[in-house]
């Protein structure tokens, strides 16, 4: 799906934490011209604080305060585990504001009893939204209007690419693909960074190398209507080097291991739904 949505100029929003996913909304949002003064985030933090408003000139409170009742918009941006502590103070201001979260597991029927409102749209972004290249996956709980649908995609949008799921528990799966994504694609890099290295390469040049054939590697399979498997096939010559690499990943069964990893990811936050949402 591209970014259509266009994010009424009015709008005021309110983030609950004011870490890494907060600020890559909040530098989305004031790339495209949200006024810093709409935007306002409750951050215990003193360091975070500063960061937030050096950073974006974003107005950053310690706590939750009457100031939070203006927004049309609340996102949710604390850790799991600290959402029952972050809620209690913010949910008597919650009032007609949509609720957006963007925390791992934790499912919309319990941001719904915490908060005493049951408009929430879930959602998981992943950390490229820092240079407006993020991955998000949205899904809305049926007391949602299209109105919320439509704000919380606006938002998104500001961050980059996004799709919707149907059902809630498809929100794992997105945290375990692309939620979780980006430090895979890092792990794979770094892994290739130091191969390159070692074969004789500077790691400024193994580093350029991997980063450069990964964007290269992924636009093309985007532009592409072809599948991946042909992609792959295309590179392969038969008996040549790239034959030899893919038959040491077949035999040491790395998409296997992929696999699991990506299923534990799922498996986890599903587990944050069931230790920190009650
Ligand atoms: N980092 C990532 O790649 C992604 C993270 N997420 C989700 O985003 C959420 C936030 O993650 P990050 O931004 O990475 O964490 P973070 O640790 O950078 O940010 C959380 C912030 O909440 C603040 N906080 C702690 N207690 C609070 C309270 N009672 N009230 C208000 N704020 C409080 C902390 O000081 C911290 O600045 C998590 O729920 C995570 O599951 C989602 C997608 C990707
Ligand atoms: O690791 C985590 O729990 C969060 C959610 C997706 C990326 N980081």
Request: contains cysteine; negative net charge; hydrophobic residues 50%.
């Amino acid at each position: 799906m591209t970014a259509s949505a266009s994010l009424p100029a009015d709008t005021r929003i309110a983030f609950i934490g004011g870490g890494n996913m907060a600020s890559a909304i909040i530098g989305g949002l004031i790339r495209r011209g949200l006024p810093a003064a709409q935007i306002q985030v409750v951050e215990p933090f003193e360091a975070s604080r500063a960061s937030l408003a050096q950073q974006h000139g974003v107005h950053a409170q310690p706590a939750a305060s009457d100031a939070l009742a203006s927004a049309d918009l609340l996102v949710w941006a604390v850790k799991p585990q600290t959402f029952r502590d972050a809620a209690a103070p913010v949910a008597p201001y919650v009032g007609g504001a949509l609720q957006l979260s963007v925390m791992a597991g934790i499912r919309a029927d319990a941001i719904a009893a915490a908060s005493g409102s049951a408009r929430v749209v879930r959602c998981m972004p992943n950390t490229p939204a820092l240079v407006g290249q993020g991955m998000t996956g949205l899904f809305a709980a049926p007391a949602t209007t299209a109105a919320d649908r439509a704000l919380a995609e606006a938002v998104i949008a500001t961050t980059g690419d996004f799709l919707w799921v149907e059902r809630e528990k498809q929100l794992d799966a997105v945290t375990a693909v692309s939620g979780s994504g980006p430090a895979y694609v890092f792990y794979f890099l770094e892994a290739m960074q130091q191969a390159g290295a070692r074969l004789g390469l500077s790691d400024e040049q193994a580093r350029r190398l991997a980063i450069g054939t990964f964007l290269g590697g992924s636009a093309l399979a985007k532009d592409s209507p072809e599948a991946l498997s042909t992609l792959r096939e295309r590179v392969t010559s038969k008996g040549g080097t790239t034959y030899a690499a893919l038959t040491v990943l077949q035999d040491e069964g790395v998409a296997a291991s992929l696999g699991r990893a990506i299923e534990a990811a799922d498996r986890r936050a599903a587990e944050l739904g069931d230790e920190f949402g009650r």
